[in-house]
């Protein structure tokens, strides 16, 4: 299983990127599938997920400004992200998971200036 990740830039704050993940299978095979961030000396914390079930998660500190969605006939997951802050700034992360195989694209840089 490969991930692709594009979609990573330079904005100023209150701009807007829309990263995309393109998977080399269905992703309808996976259990979840998402997005996560990691920002320089930070964990990788999540960013949104499409879950088991058909739930999704966001993190408190996105939610409201940024949107997953999918586009199964692509095998691509998206995320865009509005109001972008500076606290934004990381290494955007697609990741995916079947059963306890956890996948993980090579990370795209948002970079938010303020």
């Known amino acids: 299983v490969q991930l692709q990740a594009s979609g990573g830039g330079l904005v100023q704050a209150g701009g807007s990127l829309r990263l995309s993940c393109a998977a080399s299978i269905s992703i309808t095979s996976f259990n979840d599938m998402g997005w996560y961030r990691q920002a320089p000396g930070k964990q990788r914390e999540l960013v949104a997920a499409?879950?088991?079930?058909?739930?999704?998660n966001y993190a408190d500190s996105v939610k409201g400004r940024f949107t997953i969605s999918r586009d199964n006939a692509k095998n691509t997951v998206y995320l865009q992200m509005n109001s972008l802050k500076p606290e934004d700034t990381a290494v955007y992360y697609c990741?995916?998971?079947?059963?306890?195989?956890?996948?993980w694209g090579q990370g795209t840089q948002v970079t938010v200036s303020s």
């Open positions: 499409f879950t088991r079930g058909g739930n999704i």
């Open positions: 990741n995916a998971v079947i059963a306890i195989q956890s996948y």
